[in-house]
Protein backbone atom coordinates (compact mmCIF):
# COMPACT_ATOMS: atom_id res chain seq x y z
CA UNK A 1 0.00 0.00 0.00
CA UNK A 2 2.69 2.56 0.73
CA UNK A 3 4.31 1.67 -2.58
CA UNK A 4 1.03 2.59 -4.12
CA UNK A 5 1.14 5.58 -2.43
CA UNK A 6 4.33 6.60 -3.40
CA UNK A 7 3.56 5.69 -7.03
CA UNK A 8 0.63 7.83 -7.23
CA UNK A 9 2.31 11.06 -5.74
CA UNK A 10 4.91 10.63 -8.52
CA UNK A 11 1.77 10.14 -10.57
CA UNK A 12 0.19 13.28 -9.89
CA UNK A 13 3.38 15.41 -9.58
CA UNK A 14 4.02 14.66 -12.96
CA UNK A 15 0.09 15.71 -13.96
CA UNK A 16 0.48 19.13 -12.09
CA UNK A 17 3.15 19.77 -14.68
CA UNK A 18 1.05 19.38 -17.49
CA UNK A 19 -2.71 20.82 -16.27
CA UNK A 20 -0.99 24.28 -16.05
CA UNK A 21 -0.29 24.51 -19.35
CA UNK A 22 -3.80 22.76 -20.23
CA UNK A 23 -5.54 25.06 -18.18
CA UNK A 24 -3.92 27.76 -20.21
CA UNK A 25 -4.19 26.50 -23.26
CA UNK A 26 -7.60 25.51 -22.99
CA UNK A 27 -8.97 29.24 -21.92
CA UNK A 28 -7.33 30.86 -24.87
CA UNK A 29 -9.52 28.69 -27.45
CA UNK A 30 -13.04 28.24 -27.88
CA UNK A 31 -15.62 26.28 -29.99
CA UNK A 32 -18.70 24.23 -29.80
CA UNK A 33 -18.60 20.61 -29.17
CA UNK A 34 -21.52 17.95 -29.74
CA UNK A 35 -21.42 15.80 -27.01
CA UNK A 36 -24.43 15.22 -24.65
CA UNK A 37 -24.23 17.17 -21.00
CA UNK A 38 -25.08 13.74 -18.45
CA UNK A 39 -26.43 15.46 -15.29
CA UNK A 40 -27.10 12.05 -13.57
CA UNK A 41 -25.12 8.87 -14.04
CA UNK A 42 -24.56 5.39 -13.00
CA UNK A 43 -20.70 4.99 -12.29
CA UNK A 44 -21.11 0.59 -11.32
CA UNK A 45 -23.74 0.90 -8.68
CA UNK A 46 -23.15 4.23 -7.40
CA UNK A 47 -24.81 7.60 -8.67
CA UNK A 48 -23.11 10.19 -10.04
CA UNK A 49 -24.51 14.11 -9.65
CA UNK A 50 -22.76 16.28 -12.24
CA UNK A 51 -19.42 14.39 -11.87
CA UNK A 52 -19.64 14.14 -7.96
CA UNK A 53 -21.11 10.98 -6.15
CA UNK A 54 -24.35 11.19 -4.97
CA UNK A 55 -27.07 8.79 -2.28
CA UNK A 56 -30.70 9.76 -3.10
CA UNK A 57 -32.10 10.44 0.15
CA UNK A 58 -35.79 10.56 -1.58
CA UNK A 59 -39.28 11.22 -0.98
CA UNK A 60 -42.47 10.12 -3.32
CA UNK A 61 -44.46 13.05 -3.90
CA UNK A 62 -47.82 12.65 -4.89
CA UNK A 63 -50.15 15.35 -3.41
CA UNK A 64 -53.58 14.14 -4.41
CA UNK A 65 -56.15 15.19 -1.31
CA UNK A 66 -58.98 14.52 0.20
CA UNK A 67 -62.37 13.76 -1.61
CA UNK A 68 -60.66 12.75 -5.52
CA UNK A 69 -58.35 10.58 -6.86
CA UNK A 70 -55.41 10.67 -10.09
CA UNK A 71 -58.41 9.93 -12.13
CA UNK A 72 -60.21 13.66 -11.85
CA UNK A 73 -59.02 16.60 -13.39
CA UNK A 74 -55.70 17.57 -13.03
CA UNK A 75 -55.15 14.02 -13.14
CA UNK A 76 -52.53 13.55 -10.09
CA UNK A 77 -50.79 16.95 -11.75
CA UNK A 78 -50.39 19.25 -9.17
CA UNK A 79 -46.95 21.07 -9.95
CA UNK A 80 -48.05 23.76 -12.36
CA UNK A 81 -48.73 27.12 -11.05
CA UNK A 82 -52.04 26.90 -9.90
CA UNK A 83 -51.50 24.96 -6.95
CA UNK A 84 -48.77 26.22 -5.68
CA UNK A 85 -50.38 26.79 -2.68
CA UNK A 86 -49.70 23.39 -1.94
CA UNK A 87 -46.32 22.53 -3.24
CA UNK A 88 -44.56 25.46 -1.80
CA UNK A 89 -45.21 24.63 1.68
CA UNK A 90 -44.62 20.67 0.86
CA UNK A 91 -41.39 21.64 -0.98
CA UNK A 92 -40.65 23.70 2.13
CA UNK A 93 -40.80 20.71 4.83
CA UNK A 94 -39.23 18.40 2.44
CA UNK A 95 -36.30 20.64 2.04
CA UNK A 96 -36.15 20.87 5.33
CA UNK A 97 -36.14 17.00 6.07
CA UNK A 98 -32.84 16.72 4.01
CA UNK A 99 -34.65 15.25 0.93
CA UNK A 100 -32.65 15.34 -1.55
CA UNK A 101 -34.59 13.97 -4.42
CA UNK A 102 -38.24 13.43 -4.81
CA UNK A 103 -40.12 11.39 -7.45
CA UNK A 104 -43.43 11.93 -8.80
CA UNK A 105 -46.27 9.84 -9.80
CA UNK A 106 -48.19 12.19 -12.00
CA UNK A 107 -47.33 14.09 -15.56
CA UNK A 108 -49.78 15.35 -18.13
CA UNK A 109 -47.33 16.16 -20.81
CA UNK A 110 -50.24 16.86 -23.59
CA UNK A 111 -51.35 19.84 -21.51
CA UNK A 112 -48.04 20.86 -19.59
CA UNK A 113 -45.24 20.19 -21.28
CA UNK A 114 -44.62 23.05 -23.40
CA UNK A 115 -42.44 23.76 -26.13
CA UNK A 116 -38.52 22.12 -25.81
CA UNK A 117 -36.64 23.47 -23.20
CA UNK A 118 -39.37 25.80 -21.72
CA UNK A 119 -40.44 23.37 -19.19
CA UNK A 120 -43.86 24.50 -19.77
CA UNK A 121 -45.93 24.66 -16.79
CA UNK A 122 -43.98 22.91 -14.54
CA UNK A 123 -41.04 25.39 -14.52
CA UNK A 124 -42.62 27.51 -11.59
CA UNK A 125 -42.40 24.08 -9.63
CA UNK A 126 -38.95 22.94 -10.75
CA UNK A 127 -38.03 26.25 -10.32
CA UNK A 128 -38.85 26.48 -6.69
CA UNK A 129 -37.25 22.77 -6.02
CA UNK A 130 -33.99 24.08 -7.46
CA UNK A 131 -34.07 27.12 -5.32
CA UNK A 132 -30.80 28.78 -7.10
CA UNK A 133 -28.87 25.57 -6.15
CA UNK A 134 -29.23 26.13 -2.50
CA UNK A 135 -30.30 22.96 -0.79
CA UNK A 136 -31.56 21.85 -4.09
CA UNK A 137 -34.63 18.84 -4.22
CA UNK A 138 -34.07 17.26 -7.81
CA UNK A 139 -36.78 15.94 -9.53
CA UNK A 140 -37.48 12.93 -10.87
CA UNK A 141 -40.60 13.13 -13.47
CA UNK A 142 -43.38 10.32 -14.47
CA UNK A 143 -46.34 10.28 -17.25
CA UNK A 144 -48.32 7.45 -16.61
CA UNK A 145 -48.18 4.08 -18.83
CA UNK A 146 -49.68 0.35 -18.15
CA UNK A 147 -48.06 -2.22 -19.29
CA UNK A 148 -50.93 -3.99 -21.32
CA UNK A 149 -51.04 -1.31 -23.87
CA UNK A 150 -47.29 -1.06 -24.14
CA UNK A 151 -47.38 -4.92 -25.53
CA UNK A 152 -50.04 -4.09 -27.98
CA UNK A 153 -48.42 -1.05 -29.21
CA UNK A 154 -50.31 0.34 -32.07
CA UNK A 155 -52.57 4.00 -31.15
CA UNK A 156 -52.06 3.32 -27.18
CA UNK A 157 -47.98 2.96 -27.65
CA UNK A 158 -47.57 6.20 -30.41
CA UNK A 159 -49.45 7.90 -27.34
CA UNK A 160 -46.71 6.76 -24.72
CA UNK A 161 -44.02 7.62 -27.05
CA UNK A 162 -45.09 11.58 -27.90
CA UNK A 163 -45.94 12.09 -24.14
CA UNK A 164 -42.30 11.31 -23.07
CA UNK A 165 -40.98 12.85 -25.74
CA UNK A 166 -42.47 15.95 -24.87
CA UNK A 167 -41.98 15.62 -21.10
CA UNK A 168 -38.28 15.14 -21.99
CA UNK A 169 -37.64 17.89 -24.64
CA UNK A 170 -39.49 20.22 -22.45
CA UNK A 171 -37.61 19.34 -19.13
CA UNK A 172 -34.47 17.53 -19.57
CA UNK A 173 -32.82 20.98 -19.58
CA UNK A 174 -33.77 22.32 -16.05
CA UNK A 175 -31.08 22.10 -13.29
CA UNK A 176 -33.80 20.72 -11.44
CA UNK A 177 -34.71 17.30 -13.35
CA UNK A 178 -32.80 14.53 -11.92
CA UNK A 179 -34.42 12.01 -14.17
CA UNK A 180 -37.23 9.95 -15.29
CA UNK A 181 -39.23 7.20 -14.50
CA UNK A 182 -40.88 5.49 -17.88
CA UNK A 183 -43.57 2.94 -15.92
CA UNK A 184 -44.67 1.84 -12.31
CA UNK A 185 -45.49 -1.67 -11.58
CA UNK A 186 -46.71 -2.29 -15.25
CA UNK A 187 -44.76 -5.47 -15.82
CA UNK A 188 -47.47 -8.21 -14.44
CA UNK A 189 -49.14 -10.04 -16.72
CA UNK A 190 -46.59 -8.93 -19.59
CA UNK A 191 -43.22 -9.98 -18.22
CA UNK A 192 -42.95 -13.27 -20.56
CA UNK A 193 -44.43 -11.24 -23.41
CA UNK A 194 -41.36 -10.73 -26.11
CA UNK A 195 -43.42 -8.31 -27.64
CA UNK A 196 -43.72 -5.79 -24.71
CA UNK A 197 -39.99 -5.81 -24.61
CA UNK A 198 -39.79 -4.54 -27.96
CA UNK A 199 -42.30 -2.09 -27.24
CA UNK A 200 -41.13 -0.94 -24.21
CA UNK A 201 -37.69 -0.67 -25.65
CA UNK A 202 -39.06 1.90 -28.42
CA UNK A 203 -40.42 3.69 -25.53
CA UNK A 204 -37.31 3.94 -23.73
CA UNK A 205 -35.30 4.97 -26.66
CA UNK A 206 -37.67 7.95 -27.50
CA UNK A 207 -37.24 9.20 -24.46
CA UNK A 208 -33.52 8.93 -24.58
CA UNK A 209 -33.64 10.56 -28.03
CA UNK A 210 -35.48 13.27 -26.67
CA UNK A 211 -32.81 14.06 -24.39
CA UNK A 212 -30.07 13.35 -26.98
CA UNK A 213 -31.91 16.04 -29.11
CA UNK A 214 -31.55 18.51 -26.59
CA UNK A 215 -28.09 18.11 -25.95
CA UNK A 216 -28.61 16.27 -22.57
CA UNK A 217 -28.38 12.16 -21.48
CA UNK A 218 -31.17 11.42 -19.24
CA UNK A 219 -30.77 9.82 -16.45
CA UNK A 220 -34.20 6.91 -16.98
CA UNK A 221 -35.45 4.11 -14.97
CA UNK A 222 -38.23 2.24 -14.26
CA UNK A 223 -40.15 0.63 -11.55
CA UNK A 224 -40.93 -3.06 -10.71
CA UNK A 225 -42.75 -4.52 -7.57
CA UNK A 226 -41.34 -6.93 -4.88
CA UNK A 227 -42.14 -10.02 -6.87
CA UNK A 228 -38.87 -12.11 -6.24
CA UNK A 229 -38.49 -15.79 -5.95
CA UNK A 230 -35.66 -17.95 -6.11
CA UNK A 231 -36.39 -19.56 -8.90
CA UNK A 232 -37.41 -16.16 -10.73
CA UNK A 233 -35.36 -13.55 -8.70
CA UNK A 234 -37.17 -10.57 -10.45
CA UNK A 235 -38.99 -11.17 -13.53
CA UNK A 236 -39.26 -7.80 -15.22
CA UNK A 237 -35.24 -7.40 -14.15
CA UNK A 238 -34.27 -10.45 -15.28
CA UNK A 239 -36.19 -10.64 -18.98
CA UNK A 240 -35.76 -6.86 -19.83
CA UNK A 241 -32.43 -7.17 -19.34
CA UNK A 242 -31.94 -10.44 -21.39
CA UNK A 243 -34.13 -9.07 -23.97
CA UNK A 244 -31.61 -6.79 -25.11
CA UNK A 245 -33.68 -3.96 -25.62
CA UNK A 246 -32.91 -1.54 -22.07
CA UNK A 247 -29.64 -0.66 -22.78
CA UNK A 248 -30.96 2.88 -22.19
CA UNK A 249 -31.74 1.84 -18.85
CA UNK A 250 -29.37 3.70 -16.33
CA UNK A 251 -30.44 1.83 -13.10
CA UNK A 252 -33.58 -0.22 -11.62
CA UNK A 253 -36.35 0.50 -9.06
CA UNK A 254 -37.96 -1.90 -7.04
CA UNK A 255 -40.69 -0.89 -4.47
CA UNK A 256 -40.12 -3.42 -1.40
CA UNK A 257 -42.31 -4.09 1.77
CA UNK A 258 -40.36 -6.11 3.23
CA UNK A 259 -40.09 -5.28 7.22
CA UNK A 260 -37.60 -3.07 8.85
CA UNK A 261 -34.64 -4.80 7.62
CA UNK A 262 -35.86 -5.61 3.98
CA UNK A 263 -36.21 -8.82 4.21
CA UNK A 264 -33.06 -9.02 6.68
CA UNK A 265 -29.88 -11.75 6.74
CA UNK A 266 -31.05 -14.58 5.07
CA UNK A 267 -33.62 -12.78 2.37
CA UNK A 268 -31.73 -9.25 2.10
CA UNK A 269 -33.15 -8.19 -1.02
CA UNK A 270 -28.90 -6.37 -1.47
CA UNK A 271 -27.87 -9.37 -1.91
CA UNK A 272 -30.24 -10.99 -4.09
CA UNK A 273 -29.69 -8.10 -6.69
CA UNK A 274 -26.20 -8.46 -6.28
CA UNK A 275 -26.40 -12.01 -7.40
CA UNK A 276 -29.07 -11.29 -10.13
CA UNK A 277 -26.62 -8.52 -11.69
CA UNK A 278 -23.46 -10.90 -11.36
CA UNK A 279 -25.42 -13.48 -13.93
CA UNK A 280 -26.77 -10.82 -16.26
CA UNK A 281 -25.29 -9.67 -18.93
CA UNK A 282 -23.81 -6.27 -19.94
CA UNK A 283 -23.07 -3.45 -17.33
CA UNK A 284 -24.12 -3.58 -13.82
CA UNK A 285 -27.38 -1.20 -12.74
CA UNK A 286 -27.61 0.85 -9.55
CA UNK A 287 -30.29 -0.48 -7.59
CA UNK A 288 -33.06 2.01 -6.22
CA UNK A 289 -35.53 1.63 -3.83
CA UNK A 290 -38.21 2.78 -5.65
CA UNK A 291 -40.98 3.05 -2.35
CA UNK A 292 -39.99 2.24 1.17
CA UNK A 293 -41.62 3.00 4.54
CA UNK A 294 -44.60 2.41 6.49
CA UNK A 295 -47.98 3.34 7.31
CA UNK A 296 -48.39 5.30 10.15
CA UNK A 297 -52.11 3.43 11.18
CA UNK A 298 -52.70 0.32 13.13
CA UNK A 299 -55.53 -0.95 14.62
CA UNK A 300 -57.01 -0.20 18.36
CA UNK A 301 -56.97 -2.48 21.14
CA UNK A 302 -59.24 -5.37 20.88
CA UNK A 303 -59.22 -5.08 17.21
CA UNK A 304 -55.41 -5.01 16.59
CA UNK A 305 -53.67 -8.51 16.30
CA UNK A 306 -56.68 -9.67 13.77
CA UNK A 307 -57.41 -9.29 10.47
CA UNK A 308 -59.77 -6.57 9.83
CA UNK A 309 -59.90 -3.27 7.99
CA UNK A 310 -61.78 -0.91 10.57
CA UNK A 311 -61.47 0.78 12.51
CA UNK A 312 -58.46 2.75 12.21
CA UNK A 313 -56.18 4.13 14.66
CA UNK A 314 -52.81 6.32 13.94
CA UNK A 315 -50.12 4.73 15.88
CA UNK A 316 -48.43 8.07 17.04
CA UNK A 317 -51.39 8.09 19.53
CA UNK A 318 -50.11 4.53 20.95
CA UNK A 319 -47.97 5.23 24.33
CA UNK A 320 -44.22 3.01 23.24
CA UNK A 321 -44.85 1.58 27.06
CA UNK A 322 -47.99 -0.73 24.69
CA UNK A 323 -46.08 -1.85 22.41
CA UNK A 324 -43.94 -5.33 22.24
CA UNK A 325 -43.96 -8.63 23.31
CA UNK A 326 -47.00 -8.98 26.40
CA UNK A 327 -48.07 -5.54 25.84
CA UNK A 328 -51.36 -4.82 23.78
CA UNK A 329 -49.65 -3.93 20.50
CA UNK A 330 -47.22 -6.93 21.12
CA UNK A 331 -45.82 -7.09 17.15
CA UNK A 332 -45.97 -2.79 16.98
CA UNK A 333 -43.17 -0.54 16.98
CA UNK A 334 -42.76 3.36 16.86
CA UNK A 335 -43.08 4.40 13.02
CA UNK A 336 -39.78 6.63 13.87
CA UNK A 337 -37.51 3.07 14.97
CA UNK A 338 -38.89 1.59 11.99
CA UNK A 339 -37.86 4.23 9.76
CA UNK A 340 -34.15 4.72 11.40
CA UNK A 341 -33.94 0.61 11.00
CA UNK A 342 -34.84 0.66 7.03
CA UNK A 343 -32.67 3.90 6.81
CA UNK A 344 -29.61 2.00 8.76
CA UNK A 345 -30.08 -0.90 6.90
CA UNK A 346 -29.86 1.15 3.51
CA UNK A 347 -26.67 3.15 4.84
CA UNK A 348 -25.12 -0.67 5.55
CA UNK A 349 -25.12 -1.21 2.00
CA UNK A 350 -24.07 1.47 0.76
CA UNK A 351 -21.17 1.54 3.13
CA UNK A 352 -20.58 -2.18 2.28
CA UNK A 353 -17.21 -3.56 0.26
CA UNK A 354 -17.86 -3.80 -3.79
CA UNK A 355 -18.74 -6.93 -3.84
CA UNK A 356 -22.20 -6.31 -1.70
CA UNK A 357 -22.62 -2.68 -2.11
CA UNK A 358 -25.21 -2.37 -4.70
CA UNK A 359 -28.17 0.38 -3.54
CA UNK A 360 -27.97 4.02 -4.56
CA UNK A 361 -30.43 5.14 -1.70
CA UNK A 362 -34.38 5.13 -2.53
CA UNK A 363 -37.58 7.12 -1.68
CA UNK A 364 -39.75 6.49 1.10
CA UNK A 365 -43.31 6.08 0.35
CA UNK A 366 -44.44 8.57 1.22
CA UNK A 367 -45.13 12.10 1.21
CA UNK A 368 -48.84 12.14 2.89
CA UNK A 369 -51.95 10.47 2.81
CA UNK A 370 -53.37 9.44 0.08
CA UNK A 371 -57.07 8.52 0.83
CA UNK A 372 -58.00 6.89 -2.54
CA UNK A 373 -55.22 4.37 -2.49
CA UNK A 374 -57.86 2.60 -0.01
CA UNK A 375 -60.99 2.91 -2.08
CA UNK A 376 -62.48 5.43 -0.56
CA UNK A 377 -62.02 9.16 -1.72
CA UNK A 378 -63.34 10.75 1.39
CA UNK A 379 -62.69 8.73 4.47
CA UNK A 380 -58.94 7.38 5.82
CA UNK A 381 -59.60 3.06 5.86
CA UNK A 382 -57.93 0.65 6.27
CA UNK A 383 -56.45 -1.87 3.56
CA UNK A 384 -57.58 -2.96 1.10
CA UNK A 385 -55.46 -5.87 2.41
CA UNK A 386 -57.34 -7.18 5.83
CA UNK A 387 -54.61 -9.33 7.10
CA UNK A 388 -52.97 -8.93 10.13
CA UNK A 389 -48.98 -8.77 8.95
CA UNK A 390 -47.29 -8.45 12.56
CA UNK A 391 -43.51 -6.98 12.28
CA UNK A 392 -43.84 -6.45 8.74
CA UNK A 393 -45.21 -2.60 9.17
CA UNK A 394 -44.59 -0.75 12.29
CA UNK A 395 -48.36 -1.04 13.11
CA UNK A 396 -49.25 -4.10 11.55
CA UNK A 397 -51.19 -3.74 8.31
CA UNK A 398 -50.75 -2.71 5.00
CA UNK A 399 -52.89 0.46 4.77
CA UNK A 400 -52.56 1.91 1.90
CA UNK A 401 -54.39 5.24 3.01
CA UNK A 402 -51.99 5.45 5.76
CA UNK A 403 -48.63 6.02 4.13
CA UNK A 404 -47.81 9.39 4.53
CA UNK A 405 -45.18 11.12 6.84
CA UNK A 406 -47.40 14.21 6.71
CA UNK A 407 -51.32 14.22 6.97
CA UNK A 408 -53.92 14.74 3.85
CA UNK A 409 -55.95 18.00 3.52
CA UNK A 410 -58.87 18.24 1.46
CA UNK A 411 -59.54 19.79 -1.96
CA UNK A 412 -61.58 22.32 -0.95
CA UNK A 413 -57.84 23.98 -0.01
CA UNK A 414 -56.30 23.62 -3.12
CA UNK A 415 -55.68 26.02 -5.73
CA UNK A 416 -55.17 29.33 -6.88
CA UNK A 417 -56.28 32.62 -4.43
CA UNK A 418 -56.19 30.48 -1.66
CA UNK A 419 -54.25 30.20 1.83
CA UNK A 420 -51.02 27.82 1.70
CA UNK A 421 -52.21 24.09 2.80
CA UNK A 422 -50.82 23.23 6.08
CA UNK A 423 -50.47 19.67 6.93
CA UNK A 424 -49.96 17.99 10.29
CA UNK A 425 -46.44 16.33 10.63
CA UNK A 426 -46.17 12.52 11.88
CA UNK A 427 -43.46 11.19 14.16
CA UNK A 428 -42.13 9.73 10.52
CA UNK A 429 -41.72 13.29 9.38
CA UNK A 430 -39.64 14.14 12.69
CA UNK A 431 -37.34 10.67 12.12
CA UNK A 432 -36.65 11.44 8.46
CA UNK A 433 -35.49 14.89 9.25
CA UNK A 434 -33.40 13.69 11.85
CA UNK A 435 -31.73 10.95 9.79
CA UNK A 436 -31.34 12.62 6.34
CA UNK A 437 -30.50 15.46 8.36
CA UNK A 438 -27.26 13.72 9.25
CA UNK A 439 -25.40 13.37 6.79
CA UNK A 440 -24.38 16.01 4.01
CA UNK A 441 -26.70 17.27 0.89
CA UNK A 442 -25.51 15.06 -1.40
CA UNK A 443 -25.28 11.91 1.17
CA UNK A 444 -21.68 11.01 -0.72
CA UNK A 445 -20.03 10.21 2.05
CA UNK A 446 -22.58 7.36 2.54
CA UNK A 447 -20.93 5.19 0.12
CA UNK A 448 -18.15 3.65 1.19
CA UNK A 449 -15.27 5.56 2.96
CA UNK A 450 -11.47 5.43 1.88
CA UNK A 451 -9.85 3.50 5.02
CA UNK A 452 -5.84 3.88 6.27
CA UNK A 453 -3.07 4.75 3.52
CA UNK A 454 -6.04 5.26 0.49
CA UNK A 455 -7.07 8.52 2.27
CA UNK A 456 -4.56 10.53 0.95
CA UNK A 457 -4.95 8.89 -2.68
CA UNK A 458 -8.30 9.83 -2.40
CA UNK A 459 -7.90 13.35 -1.35
CA UNK A 460 -5.29 13.66 -4.43
CA UNK A 461 -7.60 12.29 -6.71
CA UNK A 462 -10.23 14.70 -5.85
CA UNK A 463 -7.73 17.51 -6.37
CA UNK A 464 -6.87 16.09 -9.97
CA UNK A 465 -10.60 15.51 -10.83
CA UNK A 466 -11.50 19.46 -10.07
CA UNK A 467 -8.47 20.69 -12.07
CA UNK A 468 -9.87 18.62 -15.41
CA UNK A 469 -13.23 19.66 -14.64
CA UNK A 470 -12.17 23.33 -14.37
CA UNK A 471 -9.91 23.03 -17.62
CA UNK A 472 -12.95 21.48 -19.14
CA UNK A 473 -15.51 23.84 -18.26
CA UNK A 474 -13.43 26.43 -20.78
CA UNK A 475 -15.04 25.55 -23.93
CA UNK A 476 -12.15 25.22 -26.51
CA UNK A 477 -11.03 24.43 -29.88
CA UNK A 478 -8.54 22.11 -29.71
CA UNK A 479 -9.59 18.46 -30.19
CA UNK A 480 -6.94 16.61 -28.41
CA UNK A 481 -6.74 18.60 -25.76
CA UNK A 482 -10.00 17.88 -24.69
CA UNK A 483 -9.70 14.31 -26.15
CA UNK A 484 -6.76 13.89 -23.46
CA UNK A 485 -8.82 15.67 -20.67
CA UNK A 486 -12.45 13.43 -21.27
CA UNK A 487 -10.09 10.51 -21.01
CA UNK A 488 -8.36 11.57 -17.68
CA UNK A 489 -11.43 12.35 -16.28
CA UNK A 490 -12.98 8.70 -17.40
CA UNK A 491 -10.35 7.40 -15.58
CA UNK A 492 -9.99 9.57 -12.50
CA UNK A 493 -13.74 8.92 -12.00
CA UNK A 494 -12.88 4.99 -11.96
CA UNK A 495 -10.16 5.62 -9.33
CA UNK A 496 -12.61 7.78 -6.75
CA UNK A 497 -14.31 4.83 -6.79
CA UNK A 498 -11.38 2.08 -6.47
CA UNK A 499 -8.78 4.16 -5.24
CA UNK A 500 -6.66 1.44 -4.34
CA UNK A 501 -6.66 -0.62 -7.37
CA UNK A 502 -3.65 -1.08 -9.15
CA UNK A 503 -4.43 -1.66 -13.10
CA UNK A 504 -6.64 2.04 -13.30
CA UNK A 505 -3.40 3.25 -11.27
CA UNK A 506 -1.15 2.27 -14.46
CA UNK A 507 -3.70 3.40 -16.81
CA UNK A 508 -3.57 6.36 -15.41
CA UNK A 509 0.06 6.64 -16.00
CA UNK A 510 -0.69 5.83 -19.39
CA UNK A 511 -2.59 8.55 -20.11
CA UNK A 512 0.22 10.97 -18.27
CA UNK A 513 2.89 9.55 -20.14
CA UNK A 514 1.52 9.98 -23.43
CA UNK A 515 -0.03 14.03 -22.96
CA UNK A 516 -1.93 15.96 -24.37
CA UNK A 517 -0.54 14.80 -27.78
CA UNK A 518 -2.75 11.54 -27.79
CA UNK A 519 -4.19 9.93 -30.58
CA UNK A 520 -7.55 8.45 -31.53
CA UNK A 521 -5.83 5.17 -31.26
CA UNK A 522 -4.36 5.24 -28.21
CA UNK A 523 -7.26 7.25 -26.55
CA UNK A 524 -9.71 3.94 -27.80
CA UNK A 525 -6.67 1.24 -26.14
CA UNK A 526 -7.15 3.24 -22.81
CA UNK A 527 -10.74 3.55 -22.72
CA UNK A 528 -11.10 -0.66 -23.76
CA UNK A 529 -8.18 -1.09 -20.74
CA UNK A 530 -10.55 0.54 -18.48
CA UNK A 531 -13.97 -1.20 -19.49
CA UNK A 532 -12.16 -4.04 -19.28
CA UNK A 533 -10.90 -3.51 -16.01
CA UNK A 534 -14.45 -2.34 -14.98
CA UNK A 535 -16.40 -4.77 -15.84
CA UNK A 536 -13.69 -7.00 -14.24
CA UNK A 537 -13.98 -5.01 -10.59
CA UNK A 538 -17.82 -4.70 -11.06
CA UNK A 539 -18.23 -8.53 -11.03
CA UNK A 540 -16.09 -8.76 -7.63
CA UNK A 541 -12.55 -9.98 -9.50
Known amino acids: ?71 FIPYGDYFIPYYANVWKPDVDKIREAGVNVIKLYAGNPDLNAGAPGTAGNWKDFLDYCYNGGNRPVYVVMFSYTQ ?74 TTATNDNFTPQETWPAIKRGEQSGKLNNIDAWTINIYRG ?30 GEWGTPHTTRPVGVYGTDATTPVTNLDDVPESQMGTGQPYFAAQPVATFLNTQWNTIKANLAANRNDQVCAGGFIFDWCDEYWKANNNNVQ ?74 DGVVAAIHRETMLVREALDVDDGAVSLRRWLKVRLRVLSARLIYPGDEVLERIDERILDAGTSMSPALKRNILTQLNARLRELRGGG
Not at 153 to 170: A, E, F, H, M, P
Not at 260 to 278: D, I, K
Not at 409 to 423: C, E
Not at 429 to 435: E, L
Request: some cysteine; hydrophobic content about 40%.
Open 1 to 71: MIHSFLKTNVCFAKFNCLIAATIILAAATTSAHGEPNTRVKAFGFNLQLNGKPLVIKGMNYSPVPIGTAPG
Open 147 to 220: GGVIAQGGTGLNDYIRQYDKLVKSTVKHPAVFGYMIGNEIFDGVTGNAQFWQNFGKLIDAAQGAGLSQGEKPFL
Open 260 to 289: PEFGGANNSVFTQYAALMRLLPGPKKPLIL
Open 381 to 454: VGGPQVKFQGGAFAGGYWDEAGFGVTGAVDQSTYGQGKANISRALYKGYDAVKTFYNASSQSGAELYQPPQGAL
